[in-house]
């Protein structure tokens, strides 16, 4: 976020920035979700709804994974909530007792951790790379989890890396969760943007995990703020109790629009943006290793790349700096990502036309040619 106040400042004074920076679709959502918020909003339907999100909306929600991810949960089951973010803050304080630990891959969501240690428990990265395609695996949590353990956060497509667990594997991830008596939260916000093969729900493995979504994603609403859980249906009590008291509902137009999502123009629209990332994804990913970074596993899912710059001989908080300041390119250096092992790390995203990126890597190739 700073670099891109950076960025935005620089523009400000008349500099022309490419942004591959913040994790945002450049597509907005599609006309019917615009047409539902507008006459959500002239009939008056403003007020508060339930905590747990407006009836229709949760049957809408349950019946997209039957239909998408044939997988079948129970709208009673769905918690809608003010985007993904507090719906993993929600799930932490659900989960989280003081001193927890809980594990989690590194590089991770930064926000992750804090959303951990929010509710005074103790995120513990495990350091994870290409071999395990910057994921957690069965064998990591078995080695990992110790005497302080509780559970296991994981994102799949995840951010940074934009890389998938397995499906087989994420079983096996679960099953060592079962053992242990812990708790599994799943973050599938990206699952959506998944490229290189049908992707599966995490719900397939059972009823006895938490699992967070979004409509920020796939459905491009990042400011709408609406998002959701699935929870174990013994849970629901305890989560729509702490709900309640912690922010009373989520935007009630933004739920009212959101059933738009779910019609057969809309669906259609968000397979064909799927597309357009998969094709931006092809192209970014050979020209990036031709320009001469390291991008050791191609991501199959959302829209980041995890690059490596330590053949340039530059840390990549001081290269990210360079490339904003002399090149107009703004970049995501790995520091906020990862603990372990930051400092050759760039993410790069590419949610932005191909013509952009095009651009940027052009100007990255000035900027090199002149070290």
């Known amino acids: 976020m700073e670099f891109v106040k950076r960025a935005v400042a620089l523009e400000a004074q008349g500099r022309s920035v490419i942004h591959l920076s913040i994790g945002e679709p450049d597509f907005t959502a599609p006309e ?19 905590a747990l999100g407006t009836h229709r909306l949760r049957e809408a929600i349950s019946q ?52 951990v240690a929010a509710h005074d428990g103790i995120a513990r990265p495990i350091t994870v790379d290409a071999s395990t395609r910057f994921q957690l695996t069965a064998a990591l949590v078995e080695k990992h989890w110790g005497p302080l353990t509780r559970g296991v956060l994981a994102a799949t497509p995840a951010n940074p890396t934009g890389t998938s667990i397995p499906f087989d594997e994420l079983g096996a991830i679960l099953d060592h969760v079962r053992a242990r008596s812990g ?30 979504n979004s409509f920020s994603k796939f459905f491009h609403m990042t400011g709408w703020r609406l998002g959701w859980l699935v929870v174990p249906p013994a849970w629901v009590p305890a989560f729509e109790r702490l709900a309640q008291n912690l922010y009373i509902c989520a935007s009630a137009l933004a739920q009212h629009a959101a059933l738009a999502c779910f019609t057969p123009e809309a669906m259609a629209e968000f397979d064909r943006r799927r597309d357009v990332f998969r094709a931006r994804r092809d192209w970014l990913v050979p020209a990036l290793r031709g320009l001469g970074f390291d991008v050791p ?18 840390d990549a908080g001081v290269m990210a700096e360079r490339l904003l300041e002399e090149a107009g390119v703004a970049l995501v250096p790995g520091a906020d990502f990862s603990a372990a092992d930051p400092s050759y790390w760039l993410r790069v995203s590419y949610a932005t036309s191909l013509e952009q990126l095009q651009d940027a890597v052009e100007r990255i190739r000035g900027f090199l040619a002149r070290l």
């Open 64 to 115: 997209h994974y039957a239909e998408r991810w044939h997988v079948q949960v129970a709208p009673e089951r769905i918690l809608v909530t003010a985007g993904a973010s507090a719906a993993l803050n929600l799930a932490c304080c659900a989960l989280v007792d003081p001193g927890a630990e809980v594990l989690m891959a590194d590089p991770t969501y930064p926000c992750n951790r804090n959303f």
């Open 183 to 212: 708790f599994a939260l799943i973050d599938e916000i990206y699952l959506g943007l998944s490229y290189d093969a049908a992707p599966r729900s995490v719900l397939e493995h059972g009823d006895d995990m938490v699992v967070a």
């Open 297 to 314: 596993i191609a991501p199959d899912g959302a829209f980041y790349v995890w690059m490596n710059c330590e053949r340039f001989g530059m």
């Open 32 to 50: 019917p979700v615009i047409a539902a918020l507008e006459a959500a909003a002239r009939s008056g339907s403003t007020q508060y709804t339930a």
